[in-house]
């Protein structure tokens, strides 16, 4: 979509939802340029936290391009309509709009560190397939960044293993089963040892090896 058509789409998305008296819009009763403000804000600190934990992991490009598709107006603007400051605005409009959100369709299918984007042979499966290096490692640092994003003060590598990693296993969770191997021993050295040594590329590649890489021997994507 040019620029033209963006801008002009997002003029006319804040003249409808100035309109809109707070206690009838869709997200919290925060004004929308607080939403506006807001959302932008908690986009730039999660890519930085996630661009840290990229460089540390040897994928600072990975770092620097993720996200970018949340700047597109179908993300950006259910972003915004969403947004309180606490939760992801997906979760809330998928919360509110029966386990949809427009946003997240968009999402997942640009963004290849989603392990989501990874399935194939949707007429007789679906099919969880493992992801490659960069992308697996890239969806690491994304879980530790949007931690570092939302949890701000209350982060630690323990809250992320036996908080967010143990609770999405009960929840349920489509990776494949050498890419829940690949996270667990990720998240679960990281929560022991306290430290972001694991992170470094080293130990990244011996981890993924072991996991997922010595399945795909023959298959140049994996190397």
Sequence with gaps: MEKREFFTDFFVFCCIME??????????????????????????????????????A?????????????FSPVEFLEGVRYYNGK????????????????????????????????????????VARDMTYKYAVEMVCDCLGAGKAYGRSA?????????????RLANGCGMSDHMKDFMEEVLSRLAKTN?????RPK?????????????????????
């Design 58 to 70: 040897g994928i600072p490009w990975q770092g620097l391009i993720h996200d970018l598709s949340k």
């Design 203 to 223: 130990s990244l590649r011996d981890i993924y090896e072991r996991n997922v890489g010595k399945y795909h021997r023959e298959d140049t994507l994996f190397i």
């Design 195 to 199: 430290s972001l040594r694991i992170l």
């Design 19 to 56: 309109m809109i008296p707070n206690k009838k819009k869709a997200g919290c009763c925060m004004p929308f340029y607080q939403r506006l403000l807001g959302h932008t804000w908690m986009i730039l600190r999660h890519k930085f936290w996630v661009f840290y934990f990229c460089v540390i």
């Design 155 to 167: 982060f630690s590598l323990q809250a992320e293993y036996y908080g967010w990693w143990k609770r």
């Design 87 to 126: 939760i992801s605005p997906i979760r809330i409009s998928k919360e509110k709009h029966n386990g949809f959100s427009m946003a997240w369709i968009h999402h997942h299918g640009r963004n290849l560190h989603h392990y989501e984007a990874w399935f194939d042979n949707f007429d007789h499966g679906p």
